[in-house]
């Protein structure tokens, strides 16, 4: 088994990506999108507009940043990125760099984890010589390709704003344009030293995303699809997102785990199915979220020995005692204070802006905001702005199989799955496909609050709001995740003046669960990233084996040695057993049909066919003494000539036997076999048991 | 090793499903229904033979059911109110009392109830796919609330005990692998038939087998056809309602239905369809809303408060359960957000004016629908439509008689001048259905159930002679054993693999003594060349009892070197 990791990711909008060859099998791990490098690119606003304004550091003293935001430090460098730096053309998209170094006709399956990891899969499926099965969720293929819709639909204003381009190889892309970038913003789409250059790629159409959706075989949780015979591949809840998932990949060489980013905290979607990835013979760990939270990591070592005492066996009790109390409340802490912000900002006569990112903090957002609002007895319209809005919110109704318990017991009670079903029919959420709907000028110049795409702040209805508010010091924007300081985000709106809110919501693991998670699932050998070893060690005695991985690096894993084989017990028990006393091993000679099904080999004996045609065979490590053999052939009462031959090196016969008194038959005695011919099976076991006798009779 | 199936009911007979089948020592049961047709002790599934000590979750491992009774079958079968009254005893009352509406008798169950209390105590698990799920609470709602309504009897038992009930019942969704413990493993299939109905297949070890319920091999309007993998089964327990018909297109009956409506309320009458909430009603309003939209009709259509509606909510959710055709018109067109549906108020039912109404309970039994029926069956230009069949003792099933009047009780009587129009459609699977499934699956044996005994008889000797698969068609309370398949496990050397993922052909000439023997045999002319793959392998057995598969050429090696060592 090799395993390559080609990219670590970024976050929860670009997971990992990998590959891993199980048994001469290539199947890729997630096909991401790097929508963050989406930065350095000009919204269709500001190439617009070209503001010549230069008031920038004014701006930057005003610019209110909530108290949870992460403050980016200011980068000293030669060339200030402002927003007449950023790159005024159609934006390439940033796809793994290092999957391209991979013949796609190679991989033989891909498998997505997350509604995340399929943005990048219409680049791969309309290569030339793509045939890999590709496996999801129902959901995350779902979720998956309405996201793709909603970038194509977003897209295409920018295209629509630069016509099309002359040549395949756009300018900016040129040597000496890259370097006119300010290294900040060359950084977010290059790389560190430029080599990423490669993994961009103009955008896919529509038609390419209606493609790959067709080639995805969508899975449930648990369900069990067999690739060929000779894999089995599940997919188990991980408890982040909707549809997200963990994989068992079943091979007849040993079991493989994949733990993609997986989180304990799931009031939303199905608890993390961690039971289920117990005990294989890989565990391939390929949750980054912890790295890049900041979560204080010194009292870990007495936390984990106090939780795996603590860790549910059973297989019905899910949730478990890892389901912890105090982050639940964290959690909900944060959607809190977002809503306070959101109301205040309200109350101060101004709007507030939410981009979408992660499904279920939206679903969560726009539940909370909207109590809010009724709480505080204000009519205050909310808006859905999203070229898939509709079908995502119906969507989302429809699918009580994958939701947390709390949810499911709405369906129970013959309750909506979400609140938004029942704004919706109460015309206090409004679902607008687009931004240049009459509804929604008409009544914006009140307060309002919307919610929209995209969150990178590059595309979509987002930048046309912020372009029109964004000095507007009564509003509020509130970013949720990114990668990228806030102020490289907002680069393109600047002077701001409006208030923003950067909040995190990094569903995850957390380094302090991660040692007892695995402690739980006791994997044989463990992958586990190179990234963590300063944090996390693994004794020995738990561990038997642990390998670090690190990205563009291959390694490689033993597998268990030999094969197994099955075979059906009813015919077996009758197999002619030859006894070799010396060598304490009995014998037995069968033909039969070797199958693979499920991953496990078959020996199917054929008992119909067996001795048809009068040949029987059998073993034994001396020849047959000539004259011995004819004494007991007439003890037998079978009267037999011989016919010698010369030694024939092509057919290898010494001697014929001919016998014709009671039955014909032939008896070839080779330098290492004895060939029996007869008319009939009885006849040939007959002539058999003779020469058995003879070869053990010594 | 084998597989036994003691049937508790259904077994040779309609109604009253009950298998319970020990797989290498675990014992699952399936399904769990009563039957209505008889009123004493043998209406359910006599439950001493699990356990004759009433020690059921020892006995069993869990209990699986396939779907929601549907109502609008020929028999009536409770499944799901067996499994409440085993997990909790006081919803037994439900069941009882339940029974005293159908049956119009027998309140003296006490006796019953006893007995009930006594035998139940199994606390382990019971599986039921979502639907079935979020459904069963509801029905049984509806029918304590029609029965304290009708009878002004004192409530029995309330909501909070059917919630408290469906809490201990596991969902499953489709496909998904349950493991149920160490070695049983379950998973449920798209069986039709009604919303959430499923066929289970159950593992322990290498046994395998599934057991069907009810199932519906052909889509109807809201509901796909049964969907299953191909398996290796050791046995196949089916339902056999309609093991020796054939359907005809259904296509015909639902015109004839719609042209009989709208023959009614184009002549300014009123319909009156008594249904029970689920299944049928969704289909008829898929099928009426259609043709409305067709016929460009503005004639309302009501759906009475209360069950039908809120099916309806749930209907909506669990959209992913219906057919492609519904599923794939989603979001856009939601088939359960009925346009030519409008609310339901009391008025309705006087206001002059033709109308389509929806009415619960079905059998026109009580409730709402026998109110609707007083008020309106005095009217020749109103329409009666019964969807389904109607037990004796009902007034749906006096009214199939054509009586020019009913007499409901000693002081009531209807004067019957309305038309009645009977629709019998069935969602069961027919004999091709059955034959189909059995041929796709090819189980080693099956078993039949649920069907009526000459029938049964007639199928077996059909999947017996078409496909040369054992069939048994037990009786209620026999066992039937079947054997089923272990497997050894071997090792296989790397060089064994390696040949074997190769083709080994091999030429073998024919010398002409052996030519003269085979022509004595087989009057075929044997060609002197022949292609022989060389399938050979050898199993070998060494002291630890354990076997090893290795090739023809590495035998000799082995032994060779063996015999060096000595």
Redesign the interface.
Known sequence: MEFTCLSKGRGSHFPPCHILNLGGIKILLDCPLDLSALTPFSPVTTAFYALPSLEEDKVDANNDVGSMAVPAKRQKIENQPDNKTLIFAEPWYKTVMNLHLWNPSFIDVVLISSPMGILGLPFLTQMKGFSAKIYAT?VSARLGELVMRDLVSMHKELKQFYGPTETDFPVWLRQEEVEKIPSVLREIILGKDGTELGGLRPLYSEADVNDCVLKIQKL?????VCYNGILVI?AFSSGVEMGSCNWILDSPKGDVGYLSNSSFISSQVAAFDYQ?LQGTDTLIYSDFSSLNSTEDVKDEENESVQLADKLPMS??GLVGLYHNAKEDSEEMEKLAFICSCAIESIKGGGSVFIPINQFGIFLQLLEEVSKAIDASAMKVPIYIISSVA??LL??L?????WLSRQR?ER??D?E??FDHVKLLDDKKIHVLPNIHSEKFWMHSREPCIVFCSHWSLRLGPVVHLLQRWHKDPKSLLILEGGVNPPQLALLPFKPMAMKVLQCHFQPGIGLRRVRSLLETLQPKTLLFPEEFRPHISFPSEKFRSVLYYSEGKTSKVSCKD?????????P?SN?Y?NA?K?????????????II?NAR???LL?NTEKNS??RT?S?S?RKPELEKLLATFSNFGINASVEHQKMNSESQIQC?I?TADPY???IEIGT?SVVI????ENVASHLYKALDSVLKGN | MAIETLVLGAGQEVGKSCVVVNINGKRIMFDCGMHMGVSDHRRYPNFSLISPTGDFDTALSCIIITHLYCINTLFLRFHYFLIIKISHSLILYSYIFFFGIICDSHLDHLGALVYFTEVCGFHG?IYMT?PT??LA??MLEDYRKVLVERRGEEEQFNSDHIAEC?KKV??V???????V?KDLQI?AYYAGHVLGAAMFHAKVG?SEMVYTGDYNMTPDRHLGAAQIDRL?LDLLITESTYGTTIRDSKYAREREFLDAVHKCVSAGGKVLIPTFGLGRAQELCILMDDYWERMNLKVPIYFSAGLTK?AN??Y?????WTSQKIKDS??TN?AFDFKNVCKYERSVLDTPGPCVLFASPGMISGGLSLEVFKRWAPFENTLVALPGYCLPGTVGHVLMSKPPKIELDPNTKIDVRCQVHQLAFSPHTDSKGIMDLIKFLSPKHVILVHGEKPKMVSLKEKIHSEMGIPCYHPANNETVSV?S??????????A??ER?LKPNFKLHKC?S??LS??T??DKNIVPELQVINE?????????SKK?K?VHNDE??V???E??TE?
């Open positions: 129902e449930k949780y648990a369900e069990e599940k289920s297989s019905h509709e079908d119906a969507y109704n429809i699918v009580p199989e499911q369906l129970f013959g909506p799955l030999g094969f197994e084989l099955k075979i059906p017990a009813t077996a197999f057993w070799f010396e060598q304490e091993i009995n014998l037995a000679r069968v033909n039969g049909e070797l099904e080999y078959h020996l054929d045609n009068g065979n073993v490590f014929l001919h014909k038959a032939v290492s011919t007869t008319a009939g | 698990p979502y799920k979020a609470p509801l469906m596991i969902a969704d489709l496909r998904q692998t349950i493991q413990d998973r290498d290796r809120q909510v749930y909506k959710m669990l959209i992913n989603y979001p939601n054997p398949t272990v497997y050894v496990k071997a090792q296989a050397s790397d064994f693999m074997c010398s003594q052996e023997i085979k004595l045999t399938k050979a392998v050898f199993i070998v057995e060494d002291k076997l598969v035998v000799l082995m032994l060779g063996k015999k000595d």
